[in-house]
């Protein structure tokens, strides 16, 4: 998960981020079952278990200045092993982040555009080239 979050994760988040927001915010990608309260403090394994039984991939961003923060569920881990499954599931993170990031209070109001890779974008370990 540090691959996914380091390499195509981050950067999508940092997109939408001016250059001094870069180092204040903290990314951080979980695979568990369901979200409970714990992608709060990603250290911690608080998940329960959905009807479905599959494992997600979560994202949480948090802006450490103030502490504000949201999670996002990418999708199903076993979906996003397919390059075309996994840009889907970046353009909702890109749509939902910034979404959240104008009702911030270090970007309140501002219209901020994430750049969601394509297929042909990824690094070679997931599009398998």
Not at 21 to 49: C, D, K, M, N, Q
Not at 64 to 71: A, K, Q, R, V
Request: hydrophobic share 40%.
């Amino acid at each position: 998960m540090s691959k996914l979050r380091d390499q195509v994760i981050r950067p999508l988040i940092q997109s939408a981020l001016v250059e001094q927001e870069i180092p204040e915010v903290a990314v951080a990608v979980v695979v568990g079952t369901e979200f409970h309260g714990s992608l709060r403090e990603p250290g911690e394994t608080r998940w329960t278990y959905p009807a479905d039984g599959h494992e997600y991939v979560w994202v949480h961003v948090t802006y450490l200045p103030t502490n504000e923060g949201s999670g996002w569920r990418l999708g199903r881990s076993e979906d996003l092993h397919d390059p075309a499954a996994l840009v889907n599931a970046l353009w909702q993170l890109g749509s939902d982040f910034e979404d959240w990031v104008c009702e911030t209070t270090f970007a309140w109001g501002e219209e901020r555009h994430a750049r969601v890779p394509k297929v042909r974008d990824l690094p070679e370990w997931i599009t398998g080239a």
